[in-house]
């Protein structure tokens, strides 16, 4: 009976593997003579094959064996793992904004080996691209606007998970007035620093230079 082993698999992901049989006199039929298969595969008794989408996480240890047309029966124990179901995350992204440079890190969880990162639909933002080895969203958006796109996360075995997003890329930031007017030592000054573009609830702070003494922000 062969393959001499199988290899693992993944909850949710289509698994399909034949096996086979030599000596004796064919056909042969294919049975389950000892243990368990992984919950959601079947074993086809004509063909030798093992298929379906797996359910379970877990360790399964199982006999296969075939029986020749004229009796004699040959069998051989596997055991397959199957992994947990791959999740891709965050479940959301951020937005940005148009001239500032953007960067989130997609990652995986579930399935086996290491994992390689594609779009398998939608469009990124302009400016923006997507690592294949390390998941890392970054660029600096060129545009305004939503993107929808989805990521898909492939493991070594070929099994993928995927998550979709949505991304808005909001105008650049800008600050007003352009120009302030000057006070007066011992007199009250207030006035008003606004912003338009970028996207959510903004933030003011001094990033170069000193104020006035006895002013705040």
Known sequence: ?????????????????TITATGDVAPYSYSVSAGVLPAGLTLNASTGVLAGTPTTAGTSSFTLQATASNGP???????????PAIVVNPATLPGGTRGTFYSQTVTATGG???????????????????????????GTPTATGTRSFTIRATDGSGAFGSRAYSVTIGAAIVVNPATLPGGSVGSAYSRTISATGGTGTKTFSVSAGTLPAGLTL
Not at 1 to 17: C, D, E, K, M
Not at 115 to 138: F, I
């Open 1 to 17: 009976v062969n393959p001499a082993s199988l290899p693992h698999g993944t909850v949710g992901t289509a698994y399909s593997r």
């Open 73 to 83: 029966i040959g069998t051989r124990a596997y055991s397959v793992t199957i992994n």
């Open 112 to 138: 086996t080996g290491s994992y390689t990162y594609s779009r398998s639909a939608g469009t990124l933002p302009a400016g923006v691209t997507l690592n294949a080895t390390t998941g890392v969203l970054s």
